[in-house]
């Protein structure tokens, strides 16, 4: 198989383990307000990721840096496609928080 297919595959590989990681991170902090022990799921649910994500690496890479690097990049595109489906709603603000810069602050255009 040609360098480049070999590339290809572990960058697939790198999105399949991030979308394990991400999103079991995202099915953990779904579940962190009705847990009986939230910092036991949290840490709990960061071992199990992190050391199947750090086999996945391994296995993934072999003896070829470039391998890993291009599994890194799979896993960084999970992470963006995931932040952008899965991302923040737009929930109203509580009484106190600031303006973001996006949401057009009056302050913000003015110079001090």
């Known amino acids: 198989m040609g360098d480049v297919a070999v590339l290809a595959l572990a960058a697939l590989a790198g999105v399949g383990l991030g979308l394990v990681y991400f ?10 307000p009705q847990a009986k022990s939230p910092a036991l799921l949290a840490m709990a649910s960061f071992v199990g990721r992190t050391a199947l994500v750090l086999v996945g690496f391994y296995f993934v890479m072999g003896d070829s840096w470039q391998r890993l690097v291009a599994c890194l990049v799979g896993v960084v595109a999970a992470r963006v496609v995931l ?18 810069p996006e949401q057009g602050s009056s302050d913000a255009s003015e110079p001090r």
């Open 23 to 32: 999103g079991g991170l995202w099915l953990t902090l779904r579940r962190v």
């Open 83 to 100: 932040v952008r489906r899965l991302g923040p709603t737009d929930a109203p603000r509580e009484k106190g928080q600031a303006e973001s």
